[in-house]
């Protein structure tokens, strides 16, 4: 059984994955992810930076009304990690069955 991706399985990074990937949006906005998510700023900053230090998300910050505007998305590197996370949850969880 192949190791388990730690980036990927850290419970608040699992969450920001599992939610751009259900997203129809291409692209979602840091506040929609803070708010739906109920992260922290801070910490979902930190997250989004340790994901997109892995490749697996791509940060975009542009101004809207002269403000700052920072959106997010699932790269195809991402969304191949969290793939193939879920293959690893789902070989475990059938291994612990056959014990």
Not at 47 to 54: E, F, G, I, R, T
Not at 58 to 83: M, Q, R, W, Y
Request: avoid cysteine.
């Amino acid at each position: 059984m192949a190791a388990i991706n730690k980036i990927v399985h850290e419970p608040a990074r699992l969450r920001i994955l599992t939610f751009l990937v259900t997203s129809e949006k291409e692209a979602v906005s840091f506040n929609e992810l803070q708010t739906k998510l109920e992260f922290s700023s801070g910490n979902l900053s930190l997250q989004l930076k340790k994901l997109n230090a892995s490749e697996y998300v791509a940060i975009h910050k542009t101004f809207k009304d002269n403000k700052p505007f920072t959106t997010v998305s699932l790269t195809p590197t991402g969304g191949e990690a969290l793939n193939q996370y879920v293959d690893e949850m789902k070989k475990l969880i059938h291994s612990l069955k056959k014990s």
